[in-house]
């Protein structure tokens, strides 16, 4: 007879697979388990209200130009310049 199934006891801590403690040069400090009152947002919750805030700022002039957008408009200009150089 082989062994039997072996069944996993319940950890005294939510996060059981966290390591507490010092691992080699990280310190590691488990996030705390949330309290009864405040509830996980959603999905839809959280991005809503990552809109907001942004819509927010933009009306308090704080609006920035994403990244890809001024790294796409690099890439135009140094693109059409090589071009006018090569094809002149």
């Given at each position: 007879?082989?062994?039997?199934?072996r069944?996993?006891?319940?950890?005294?801590?939510?996060?059981p697979?966290?390591?507490?403690?010092?691992?080699?040069?990280?310190?590691v400090?488990?996030?705390?388990?949330?309290?009864?009152g405040?509830?996980r947002?959603?999905?839809?919750?959280?991005r809503?209200?990552?809109?907001?805030?942004?819509?927010?700022?933009?009306?308090?002039?704080?609006?920035?130009?994403?990244t890809?957008v001024?790294?796409?408009?690099?890439?135009?200009?140094?693109?059409?310049?090589l071009?006018?150089?090569?094809?002149?």
């Open positions: 007879m082989g062994r039997g199934r069944v996993r006891r319940a950890s005294p801590t939510p996060y697979l966290l390591p507490r403690g010092r691992v080699g040069w990280l310190v400090i488990p996030p705390e388990p949330p309290s009864q405040t509830e947002q959603g999905w839809l919750e959280r809503r209200e990552k809109v907001r805030a942004e819509v927010e700022r933009n009306r308090r002039g704080e609006y920035t130009v994403p890809w001024l790294a796409l408009a690099l890439v135009l200009i140094v693109g059409a310049w071009a006018l150089v090569i094809l002149a």
